[in-house]
């Protein structure tokens, strides 16, 4: 990815590399080999001058982290608040976090961590932000803060209602914050019309762009990308403060096909998406001249 002209990579999840006391025992033994691995894995990317991000979910727990925030009537903002100010002086190689609060788990989950949704209004996400910020200015980090949603609740419009985006980014001046949009007002299908919310704000913004196609046989056979991405960037140099993208090549999706880019040599059409869709992106490229290189 670094040949390619990527200059970052995420990874799962903070969640599993933040360690607290109140977590259960067991737990926090796998978290201690989990911080082990993958100090090894933020070293090696950063030999490769790649920058390394994690993801999160608002909020995640485990049983014994619910009973204790009970007990001593904290909230999970505060807790979040203060993790994260622990984790990232514990680790200065993570550049950020890539935060999603609009999708938790289902009930068939089944893992030390279960995620729930918390913020079900503009005014809580705004409240959240505003309370995390200073946490990242202060160590300098960027929060990549996701837009998508499943619908739930009074926020569940974000990722297309302009009040309510306005709302949610109301007086947030921040130069640590990144608002992170898939380039459609829904999830990732073919043919909609660009998301016009990367039009109605100065704050500095990604798109999503998806190469693992998930509604369309996560790279089992071809499903090019090229000439619908290329009318989003046109489209997009109109747009103010666009930083970035970000590409879902990995990662993502609900179906068991598994076909992992840059990894076993089996995915092809994904790591063809892939690189064309940094071509056009970073580089202006022609899609025809893309596919040839």
Not at 12 to 27: G, M
Not at 65 to 92: C, I, T
Not at 113 to 130: G, I, M, V, Y
Not at 155 to 168: E, K, N, P, Q, S
């Amino acid at each position: 990815v670094r040949g390619m002209g990527f200059n970052a990579v995420s990874l799962d999840d903070v969640s599993h590399l933040a360690d607290h006391e109140w977590y259960e025992p067991e737990v926090r033994q796998r978290i201690a080999r989990y911080r082990q691995g993958f100090r090894h894995a933020f070293a090696m990317l950063r030999t490769y001058g790649l920058d390394v991000y994690l993801t999160m979910d608002y909020f995640s727990a485990t049983p014994g982290l619910r009973a204790a925030l009970a007990e001593q009537r904290m909230s999970s903002q505060d807790f979040v608040r203060a993790l994260l100010d622990r984790f990232l002086s514990d680790f200065p190689e993570v550049s950020g976090i890539i935060l999603r609060i609009g999708e938790g788990d289902g009930r068939d989950v089944n893992d030390d961590f279960h995620s729930e949704l918390c913020l079900k209004h503009p005014a809580e996400a705004n409240a959240f932000l505003k309370a995390l910020l200073p946490v990242f200015e202060k160590h300098q980090r960027k929060l990549v803060f996701r837009t998508w949603t499943v619908g739930a609740y009074r926020i569940g419009d974000l990722m297309w209602h302009r009040g309510t985006f306005v709302a949610v980014f109301e007086g947030i001046n921040s130069e640590a914050l990144i608002v992170s949009m898939k380039y459609g007002e829904s999830d990732f299908f073919r043919y909609l019309p660009l998301n016009r919310n990367f039009f109605r704000s100065k704050v500095a913004k990604i798109i999503e762009l998806q190469t693992r196609r998930e509604y369309e046989g996560c790279g089992e056979y071809p499903s090019f990308v090229g000439w619908e991405y290329e009318r989003y960037i046109q489209e997009l140099r109109q747009a103010e403060n666009v930083v970035g993208c970000m590409v879902w090549c990995q990662t993502g999706g609900w179906v068991p096909f598994r076909r992992l880019a840059f990894v076993d040599g089996t995915a092809l059409w994904t790591e063809l998406n892939t690189f064309v869709t940094l071509r056009l992106f970073k580089d202006g490229t022609l899609v025809e001249d893309a596919v040839r290189e």
